[in-house]
Nanobody
């Protein structure tokens, strides 16, 4: 099991930026993917951005392409999500996830390690 701790959430006005961090207890480039998912009370948890630690490939939901960027600091066992041009519809609880040999990178069902979540609220 991988322990994940998120930080960096908060409240911001539309058009603003936030950067989320997720620190992992252990990390490996061999088959591991880490990423960010989000959920609101009305919707199922959806994939936002995922990073394949093996080859560095990045995967984004269409709704965040061009606005969000996922990155890593392997030495710190940490991934980040830089969120720019935030919109009210980005308001959600954001969760960090980690999995191994993930086929469908943005599917929540592929991940078995989750953080506690960090709230992001974007006001109009």
């Amino acid at each position: 099991q991988v322990q994940l701790v998120e930080s960096g959430g908060g409240s911001v006005q539309a058009g603003g930026s936030l950067k989320l961090s997720c620190a992992a207890s252990t990390i490996t480039r061999s088959g591991m993917a880490m990423g960010w998912f989000r959920q609101t009370p009305e919707n199922e948890r959806e994939g936002v951005a995922v990073l394949d630690l093996w080859d560095g490939s990045e995967y984004y939901a269409d709704s965040v392409k061009g606005r969000f960027t996922i990155s890593q600091d392997y030495a710190k066992r940490t991934i980040y999500l830089q969120m720019n041009s935030l919109k009210p519809e980005d308001t959600a609880m954001y969760y960090c996830a980690a999995g191994t040999w993930v086929a469908d990178k943005l599917s929540r069902r592929e991940y078995n390690n989750w953080g506690q979540g960090t709230q992001v609220t974007v006001s109009p």
